[in-house]
């Protein structure tokens, strides 16, 4: 027997009066016994994300979770910590991050904060309990009391929270049956609960696309997932080509030429998807026209099931593509059949900006970190300290200083503070131009997003599409250690109603290394292009997904199938001494000259701590060579 459908309906109703805090927070503390240890933050953020995924996302195909206490979906990604936990700890957080058992004073504290919070309320247990239990199964001789002594069990409610915190009333008489024989399904759920992503509109993500006939082979597909997408492969096989097809896809303008057909294509076409979460958005083909004008080789449909999201493609050459849905109507981009047309911008553009189109960071920056109204410059400072390189490296965390004039430029230069002293950022290394660029781009895209939505009375997209092409591009491997799970949070500082589609392409074992803490197989993907032989007695490009494997070691994933070296070494006379060692251990009679010849090798490329050294002096040893 499960839950029926009138009672959660009816619990639902009850839980919009009680505090986030203790739905979420309050459960994973008590569930996972953080109040009887020390812990991290970091270490409940994580948790929270695991509770939130269990309990309050009804709808397994979509990401998103339900919040309950609001009637509002959310990122699970931007919904972490936000139900109050922070507020709470109001500079007492050893509190809530000590071991309570062994400080009575604390305690104490602790069951004022709470009480405090609450303001009157209490903890409505039995609602609660409903919601959290929707899908669970129970006997049928099952009461309301029975569900609140697991619930109180299950979350390790001790005798004095009880008390002091938590409702533990139940309806003597439910007006509405308690039990029924069929689980409530998504199906149901959302007949009480409101699901604005199953309009399809606006907001939506690339869910599918299927190049033919064009690019490095005869056929290229890929289905993105909903959050992180890390495409690899080597020089030459397409990756750039990949993400231009793919902005191509998702606002039908190239950032350069059109894709060309390949030599001898019959049909050459773009297959593609753009889908809201929760709800496919068609597949759309479109051909090449060989007749057309150059800018109109490719002609999409007209009529669009589903406009994406905000969009940004941070292409290699430095260029910047922006996409805004909310420009349709507004501003001075260029459109066709009410359309949005992308925006594209030159890095010189994005700083010094471009008549009526972009301020330029040089002059935001400064107007922003003058302005009575601070909120701007407030997101742009913590969306640098996201993605700043760590505190561990030399550089540290990117901190802004005031402006200054330069000799020959009438304009006020931002500056950053760094550790051997202030540099105006037209100064600053190519890296950090990067970064800060990167971080101004997605302040500036939201601000007038939000801005233009404001103009035709629209409330602002829930989904961003961030492109990225060599993400790792003059950055330090401390830094690319550290940039893409910056990334993946980085929309909690624009709205917590954010979710972000990434499709990354990139050389750098540290930046995929560095998701492995992150890494969703729900809604995260890898992909590795290789090149394959052919029936054709030739070779072209294939894309295949691959399986997230967490090796920890950097030299693991260097050998990996993702990135494909022999070995892990630097030189490639050390990996060819080593492969030639390897073949003389697999003889059973090895020449002893040749040992002596591959022992030279092995001293001027090796480290004399390599850990292959004691196995090679064994064998060298053992077929009459002393080392």
């Known amino acids: 027997m499960f839950l029926s ?149 299950e979350f390790h409610i ?133 007749e057309g004008a150059q800018d109109e080789k490719w002609k999409p449909p007209q009529n669009h099931s589903v406009v994406p999201g905000l969009s940004i493609y941070f292409r290699v050459d430095g260029s910047i593509a922006i996409f805004d849905p909310a420009r349709r109507h507004v501003g001075t981009a260029k459109q066709k059949n009410d359309v949005p047309v992308p925006f594209l911008f030159s890095k010189k553009d994005v700083w010094d900006g471009r008549e009526k189109e972009i301020n330029g960071l040089v002059r935001d920056w400064v107007l922003w970190q003058f302005s009575p109204d601070q909120e701007s410059f407030a997101i742009l400072t913590k969306v640098l300290q996201r993605l700043s390189p760590p505190e561990a490296g030399d550089l540290g965390r990117l901190e802004l200083g005031y402006p200054i004039r330069m000799a020959g430029d009438s304009r006020d230069i931002p500056t950053l503070n760094h550790p051997y002293g202030t540099v105006p950022i037209v100064h600053a290394s190519a890296g950090v131009q990067r970064i800060i660029t990167l971080a101004y781009l997605l302040v500036w895209v939201w601000r007038e997003h939000r801005i233009n939505s404001q103009a035709i009375r629209k409330n602002p997209e829930d989904q961003l599409v961030l492109l990225i092409d060599e993400l790792e591009s003059h950055l330090h491997p401390q830094w690319q250690r550290s940039l893409l799970p910056a990334l993946l949070t980085v929309c909690e500082e ?16 540290f930046v995929v290394a560095s998701v492995e803490p992150d890494f969703d197989p729900e809604q995260d993907k890898l992909f590795h292009i290789d090149l394959i032989k052919t029936d054709l007695a030739g070779k072209e490009a294939e894309i295949r997904e691959v399986d997230f494997v967490r090796y920890g070691r950097i030299g ?20 060819k001494a080593i492969e030639a060692a390897r073949r003389l251990q697999q003889q059973e009679t090895p020449d002893p000259q040749e040992i002596k010849i591959v022992t030279t090798d092995l001293a001027r490329y090796l480290s004399d701590l390599d850990v292959f050294w004691p196995r090679w002096v064994k064998f060298a040893e053992k077929h009459g060579v002393e080392i």
């Open 5 to 153: 459908l009138e009672v959660i309906k009816q619990a639902l109703e009850e839980l919009k009066t009680c505090p986030p805090f203790y739905g979420v927070t309050f459960l994973v503390l008590k569930k996972e016994r953080l109040l009887e240890k020390n812990f991290e933050i970091a270490e409940l953020k994580e948790l929270e994300k695991k509770f939130l995924k269990k309990y309050f996302r009804p709808n397994k195909k979509n990401r998103r979770v339900y919040n309950v206490f609001a009637n509002k979906w959310l990122s699970p990604d931007n919904y972490s910590l936000s139900t109050g936990f922070l507020d709470l700890l109001d500079g007492e957080a050893k509190i809530f991050l000590s071991n309570l058992e062994e400080n009575l004073e604390l305690k104490k504290q602790y069951f004022k904060k709470l009480l405090d919070h609450l303001k009157g309320k209490k903890l409505p247990v039995f609602t609660l309990a409903i919601w959290l239990y929707r899908e669970k199964s129970f006997l049928s001789n099952t009461t309301a009391n029975d569900i609140v002594r697991e619930f109180l069990k």
């Open 556 to 575: 693991s994933w260097l050998t990996s199938e993702v990135f494909n070296l022999r070995q892990d070494y630097g030189p490639i006379e050390a990996e």
């Open 494 to 509: 624009l709205s917590r109603e954010l979710s972000i589609q990434l499709l990354i392409a990139t050389h750098s074992p």
């Open 158 to 290: 001790t005798v004095e929270e009880q008390e002091k915190l938590c409702d533990l009333t139940v309806p003597e008489n439910l007006v509405v049956p308690l039990l029924q024989e069929k689980k409530v399904d998504w199906d149901a759920i959302k007949q009480i609960i409101e699901f604005p992503f199953e309009r399809l509109a606006q907001g939506g993500s690339l869910v599918f696309l299927e190049l033919t006939g064009i690019g490095p082979a005869r056929k290229l597909t890929i289905e993105p997932a909903p959050r992180l997408n890390l495409i690899t492969g080597d020089n030459g096989l397409g990756k750039s080509f990949l993400l231009d097809c793919a902005w191509w896809a998702l606002t039908k303008q190239w950032t350069g030429q059109p894709a060309m057909p390949r030599p001898n294509a019959d049909k050459p076409q773009i297959e593609f998807e753009i889908g809201a979460e929760g709800r496919p958005g068609g597949r759309v083909r479109v051909g090449y026209d060989w």
